[in-house]
């Protein structure tokens, strides 16, 4: 998809999609229930296409959920997997 400023993006919709994706893994990390390894491995790839398609923004929504919850993006993935 392009926006308006002809630069590929991945669209508003599914940008949304993983930011809130992102918050309610980090919540429920918070909160002592884990994900399972599929719906993890799922939410990475999703991430993954985002990181190669739109990096800043990967990285801000990572920098964001990270900062409200007080948590390393990173150690827990690794606590999962």
Not at 32 to 55: A, C, H
């Amino acid at each position: 998809m392009l926006n308006k400023d002809n630069k590929i993006s991945i669209g508003h919709k599914r940008k949304e999609r993983l930011r809130a994706g992102v918050n309610n893994f980090l919540r429920d990390f918070t909160a002592g229930n884990f994900w399972s390894t599929i719906d993890l491995q799922r939410l990475l790839g999703n991430l993954s296409y985002l990181e190669s398609v739109e990096p800043d923004y990967c990285q801000y929504i990572l920098t964001e959920a990270c900062n409200k919850y007080a948590l390393d993006w990173k150690t827990c993935i690794k606590q999962i997997l």
